[in-house]
Nanobody
Framework: QVQLVESGGGLVQTVDSLRLSCRRSGRTDTIYVMGWFRQAPGQAREFVAAIRRNDQWTFYADSVKGRFTMSEDNAQDTVHLQMNNLKPNDTAVYYC????????????????WGQGTQVTVFA
């Protein structure tokens, strides 16, 4: 089993920045990819970013490309999502996920999920 705990959400203004963190524990050696997803009220959960653990290759949704950066600190067993130039439509609950397969943007392929952290961006 793998446990994931997110932190770093909050209430910010448009164009502000936030950094989300996700600490993992348990059988982390089985994890191939880490991802971030988000879900706004009344909408489906959508892919945001992913990082492949063996080579740190990253993949982003078009809506966040150039504004968000995902990174990994293996010494701390933590992944981060640096979010810059935030916009009101970035408002959502952000979820950290861990998967064992090389599928990056589909939520159902991730086996483990955190509890989520709220990000609210106001104009």
């Amino acid at each position: 089993q793998v446990q994931l705990v997110e932190s770093g959400g909050g209430l910010v203004q448009t164009v502000d920045s936030l950094r989300l963190s996700c600490r993992r524990s348990g059988r982390t050696d089985t994890i191939y990819v880490m991802g971030w997803f988000r879900q706004a009220p009344g909408q489906a959960r959508e892919f945001v970013a992913a990082i492949r653990r063996n080579d740190q290759w990253t993949f982003y949704a078009d809506s966040v490309k150039g504004r968000f950066t995902m990174s990994e600190d293996n010494a701390q067993d933590t992944v981060h999502l640096q979010m810059n130039n935030l916009k009101p439509n970035d408002t959502a609950v952000y979820y950290c996920a861990a998967g064992k397969r090389s599928i990056f943007a589909i939520a159902s392929y991730y086996e483990y999920w955190g509890q989520g952290t709220q990000v609210t961006v106001f104009a």
